[in-house]
């Protein structure tokens, strides 16, 4: 070697691992799956090309709309309340006070949580009648009900289509462990001499909070609000084991994802299934592209 | 916020509360399920239930029934335990576990280090063009491809076997590229030209100077793609055919599948042992693990 093969050439083969990987394992299945997505293709014989059908049936497919509500409904809940108390814990969080790194472990712990058997321990949380969560409201409610005569009771949470969403979304809130940890680092990070102007300005704590801490973690805010929209496209194992793989009663925790899965592989629907896929990559491009476009307003980067 | 002045006892008092009751409410799921992990069967179905096992002197004993199992004098197994039992092979789930882990995590780790080395200390043209394509694919997600995955590993006659576990690994992970690539970009250039000089070829600088140097950013990727792979549920359920070949992720689930009562103390001690290895992953590298993933949602 000895500085004699050209820089271009180096280069590309240090990099060139990741090529051939990202030509075999996602240029090619991209590719392939936008042909069966024009095809009629059981596994068993070969792609038929059909054109449009695959996604014409598609707007008609209740089931199909059913999951790409539930999923949509569980992103418009989860992401902002998500959001909100992650910024919320970080804050807390970043109180000095003895411990503190006891606390932030606890906190960053349930997010390293294997999602089976996170869901696990949540489906025996849940339980309607053996579950902790229902003897703790059923503690809070028996006075109540004592008081007022009435005979409230925690709900049946994933035996009841009602209760499904608002489960998971609960049970979401327990992971935002990482978001956590990503938001305490971004709070450091604002500097003490904007705090300490803006207290000698006069400006309240939630001012302080509005006009200096918010524009500043807003690009860490944008980044973790793009990630959980692409996470919440592959949500999968929890609802499929906590649920079961029809995604509990009346499908109310019935996944965009597992929809994909059940006709890519139980029911063997390749075309349609690869419709799918193109779908919610489609979906995924957009959503990024607008929220990217939205925080143009709202956004603030530092210079440098 | 911060506060120039200190505060008084007070609110300090009702920091700490808000604390605790915070860091409880997180921890309680994990404590729940340790602890109907040593309880017998029974005792998992009293209402109201209890925090321990009763009588509490019994807890080693029930925690070795329901972890280890009991067999009579010929070796039967005559009460189902985590790690002795005839119809889920826990043991068995956790070697194919390792080997997956472990084939996954040494390739994606050599292969994201050299990808990361192409990406930030050797000029060449169309350099930043190809790293935005693979900033681009961390936002393309798993169940997007899946599918045609699937054809393509039936053709490499893979469906079965670990290899679509592991095999893409060792083709680099985009995320951990990009990690690594952000922090070998702060290692000063000096040291190339140095060892240029010395007659270092670019693989000898990547070899002797960068991969040495960049230890803790290569212990944050091998600490999230460990906790991925460990964790994956998705992709074995997929790829593999035969319980025999089953992760962890995938025999754990076997508990709840089975017909009739969910033996919820089993599943809480086989739920216990699976989070074993990341609680002490975590506990031995709590720090790279923290500041790794406060660096990863910093710098974009």
């Known amino acids: 070697m000895r500085g004699r093969l050209p820089n271009w050439f180096v280069g590309l083969s240090f990099v060139s691992p990741w090529v051939v990987g990202f030509a075999l394992f996602m240029a090619l299945p991209i590719a392939l799956s936008l042909y069966y997505s024009l095809s009629r293709y059981s596994l068993l014989d070969e792609p038929l090309f059909i054109g449009l059908t695959n996604y014409r049936e598609l707007l008609g497919d209740a089931v199909f709309w059913k999951s790409l509500i539930n999923t949509v409904v569980y992103a418009v809940i989860a992401i902002p309340l998500g959001t909100a108390l992650a910024l919320l814990v970080a804050w807390l969080l970043s109180a000095r006070v003895r411990g503190q790194s006891v606390f932030r472990a606890l906190v960053f712990l349930p997010s390293l949580v294997p999602l089976v058997a996170a869901a696990m321990i949540w489906s025996w949380l849940f339980n309607g009648e053996l579950g902790l969560i229902n003897n703790v409201i059923d503690g809070v409610l028996r006075p109540i009900n004592a008081a007022l005569g009435t005979d409230w009771r925690g709900p049946n949470w994933l035996g009841d289509a009602d209760w499904v969403m608002p489960a998971l979304v609960f049970m979401s809130i327990w992971s935002i462990g990482n978001t956590v940890v990503i938001y305490l680092a971004a709070l450091q990070d604002v500097p003490v001499a904007l705090y300490e102007a803006a207290e000698i300005d006069g400006v309240s704590p939630a001012g302080r909070f509005w006009h200096v801490t918010m524009p500043m973690i807003s690009p860490v805010i944008l980044f973790n609000v793009v990630t959980g929209i692409i996470g919440t496209w592959q949500v999968f194992a929890v609802p499929y084991i906590m649920l079961g793989p029809t995604g509990g009663p009346n499908r109310a925790g019935y996944f965009y994802t597992m929809y994909l899965y059940d006709k890519a592989f139980p029911f063997g629907e390749m075309g349609y299934a690869s419709a799918m896929a193109w779908v919610q990559m489609v979906i995924i491009l957009a959503l990024t592209a607008v929220t990217m476009l939205l925080s143009r307003r709202f956004v603030y980067y530092r210079a440098g | ?300």
């Not at chain 2, 970009?185 to 240029?196: F, G, L, Q, S, V």
């Not at chain 2, 460990?230 to 017909?259: E, H, V």
């Not at chain 2, 002490?280 to 949602?297: K, M, P, W, Y």
């Open chain 2, 1 to 300: 916020m911060r506060s120039s002045r200190e505060p008084g006892w007070a609110s300090k008092a009702a920091i700490y509360a808000t604390l605790i009751a915070v860091t409880l409410a997180f921890a309680a799921p994990l404590i729940w399920m340790v602890s109907t992990s040593f309880k017998p069967v029974e005792q998992t179905m009293v209402d109201p239930p209890t925090l321990l096992p009763e009588p509490v002197t019994k807890i080693p004993s029930y925690a070795i029934d329901n972890y280890v199992g009991r067999i009579d004098e010929n070796g039967e197994v005559i009460q189902r335990g985590v790690l002795r039992d005839p119809v889920i092979d826990f043991p068995l789930y956790l070697r194919n576990t390792l080997i997956v882990v472990g084939l996954s995590l040494t390739g994606m780790v050599l292969s994201s280090a050299v990808v990361a080395y192409g990406f930030s200390r050797v000029k060449w043209r169309g350099r930043n063009v190809l790293f935005f394509f693979v900033l681009a694919t961390m936002m393309i997600p798993f169940p997007v491809l899946m599918g045609p995955l699937f054809i393509l590993y039936r053709e490499f006659g893979w469906i079965g076997s670990f290899k679509p576990l592991w095999v893409p690994a060792w083709f680099g992970s985009a995320f951990s590229i990009f990690l690594l690539r952000q922090f070998y970009m702060t290692i000063p250039r000096e040291i190339d030209e140095a060892a240029t000089i010395d007659g270092c070829s670019h693989w000898g600088i990547f070899w002797r100077m960068v991969v040495p140097l960049s230890r803790p950013a290569l212990a944050v990727v091998a600490l999230f793609h460990f906790v991925a792979t460990w964790n994956d549920f998705l992709a074995p359920l997929i790829f593999l055919r035969d319980r025999d070949q089953f992760t962890l992720a995938l025999g754990l689930q076997l508990y709840q599948s089975q017909a009739g009562n969910v033996p919820w103390n089993l599943l809480m001690a086989a739920s216990t042992l699976v989070m074993l290895p990341i609680l002490i992953v975590f506990l031995l590298a709590q720090r790279t693990f923290i500041e790794g993933i406060a660096t990863s949602g910093l710098k974009e």
